[in-house]
């Protein structure tokens, strides 16, 4: 029997969410609608809840126009009547082309609605900005948010790719015009990307109680271990990423999470996820999964507690 999922508050907010969510970028990209049903069925079934998801994913891959993901996870809400037992976090401001792009007052209002008819639902949970968008003023962008707010559309608002500086200006101009705070940060987060998130943003998310989604949580695959020479780039769609982290600091995480992993009885992967999900800072690293097996090793990372001693052993073989 497994354990029950401790759940987290979304911010200073009171939805709360299971410590992983799921990365939506793969849907209908290396994961066809079927799977999708599949993989977001075992995620549910399992009490987990936050799936990440963003309108322009999966424009990058030929024949596809943006929206796709959003789609799959409507389609499964349709076929399911599961909407409750998700929270869904979706994203603007990222270049749809035919000039979609930003977070002007005119262009969240139309891709807001795009979002919701494409998500069969209406109302979204967590609505991102999907990049600091500097040629339109934040009060215009966090007055629009706040109109969503009030009529029931959007929960909650989030932050992607901004820095401190640009968030605290945010949260003031907010507080100021009683609009609705950004309650989460997306930043780039993993035992490989270390650095920048500690050094600029994580001391200022605790204090001002922000919930932290971290993306690449897995460094694109690289941390579950199924890459450790140039001979395995060639093994995913994902894998042209991970060459940067072919290097003696990488193959010394890896040989940590080996380590680890052995002495628990558990998988790399679900060993890099448990060291994100017991950092106080992070509310729930996001993961994506082509596979039910890799979904399982989701799933087994929030059933996993690592004692201080394999949390030191990460650590040190990470030190930036």
Same mark, same amino acid.
């Given at each position: 029997?497994?354990?029950?999922?401790?759940?987290?508050?979304?911010?200073?907010?009171?939805?709360?969410?299971?410590?992983?969510?799921?990365?939506?970028?793969?849907?209908?990209?290396?994961?066809?609608?079927?799977?999708?049903?599949?993989?977001?069925?075992?995620?549910?079934?399992?009490?987990?809840?936050?799936?990440?998801?963003?309108?322009?994913?999966?424009?990058?891959?030929?024949?596809? $126009?943006?929206?796709?993901?959003?789609?799959?996870?409507?389609?499964?809400?349709?076929?399911?009547?599961?909407?409750?037992?998700?929270?869904?976090?979706?994203?603007?401001?990222?270049?749809?082309?035919?000039?979609?792009?930003?977070? $002007?007052?005119?262009?969240?209002?139309?891709?807001?609605?795009?979002?919701?008819?494409?998500?069969?639902?209406?109302?979204?949970?967590?609505?991102?900005?999907?990049?600091?968008?500097?040629?339109?003023?934040?009060?215009?962008?966090?007055?629009?948010?706040?109109?969503?707010?009030?009529?029931?559309?959007?929960?909650?608002?989030?932050?992607?790719?901004?820095?401190?500086?640009?968030?605290?200006?945010?949260?003031?101009?907010?507080?100021?015009?009683?609009?609705?705070?950004?309650?989460?940060?997306?930043?780039?987060?993993?035992?490989?990307?270390?650095?920048?998130?500690?050094?600029?943003?994580?001391?200022?998310?605790?204090?001002?109680?922000?919930?932290?989604?971290?993306?690449?949580?897995?460094?694109?695959?690289?941390?579950?271990?199924?890459?450790?020479?140039?001979?395995?780039?060639?093994?995913?769609?994902?894998?042209?990423?991970?060459?940067?982290?072919?290097?003696?600091?990488?193959?010394?995480?890896?040989?940590?999470?080996?380590?680890?992993?052995?002495?628990?009885?558990?998988?790399?992967?679900?060993?890099?996820?448990?060291?994100?999900?017991?950092?106080?800072?992070?509310?729930?690293?996001?993961?994506?999964?082509?596979?039910?097996?890799?979904?399982?090793?989701?799933?087994?990372?929030?059933?996993?507690?690592?004692?201080?001693?394999?949390?030191?052993?990460?650590?040190?073989?990470?030190?930036?």
């Amino acid at each position: 029997m497994s354990k029950q999922v401790n759940h987290r508050k979304l911010g200073n907010s009171a939805i709360e969410v299971a410590p992983l969510a799921f990365g939506g970028n793969v849907f209908g990209w290396t994961v066809d609608e079927a799977t999708s049903f599949s993989l977001l069925d075992k995620f549910v079934d399992a009490g987990l809840n936050l799936v990440d998801t963003a309108d322009v994913y999966s424009r990058w891959v030929p024949g596809n $126009s943006g929206g796709e993901s959003e789609t799959i996870i409507g389609k499964w809400i349709k076929q399911g009547g599961k909407r409750d037992k998700l929270v869904i976090a979706t994203k603007v401001g990222k270049d749809m082309g035919d000039g979609k792009i930003g977070l $002007s007052r005119a262009y969240i209002k139309r891709a807001v609605e795009a979002s919701l008819t494409r998500l069969q639902t209406d109302y979204i949970d967590l609505y991102q900005s999907h990049d600091d968008d500097r040629n339109t003023p934040l009060e215009e962008t966090l007055q629009t948010y706040g109109e969503l707010v009030q009529e029931g559309k959007v929960r909650l608002i989030g932050a992607s790719n901004y820095d401190a500086a640009r968030l605290e200006q945010a949260r003031q101009i907010s507080r100021a015009h009683g609009y609705p705070l950004y309650q989460t940060l997306q930043p780039e987060y993993n035992l490989y990307a270390r650095a920048e998130f500690e050094n600029t943003l994580e001391q200022y998310c605790l204090k001002e109680q922000i919930g932290v989604i971290n993306f690449y949580g897995l460094a694109s695959g690289f941390l579950s271990g199924k890459y450790r020479s140039e001979q395995d780039i060639g093994k995913s769609a994902r894998g042209g990423k991970v060459q940067a982290y072919l290097n003696p600091r990488g193959l010394r995480i890896l040989d940590a999470l080996d380590a680890v992993a052995a002495r628990l009885d558990s998988t790399p992967a679900s060993v890099a996820l448990a060291w994100l999900m017991a950092r106080p800072s992070i509310t729930a690293p996001i993961a994506s999964a082509t596979s039910l097996a890799q979904m399982d090793a989701l799933i087994a990372a929030t059933q996993l507690t690592l004692d201080t001693a394999a949390i030191a052993q990460l650590d040190q073989a990470s030190a930036p």
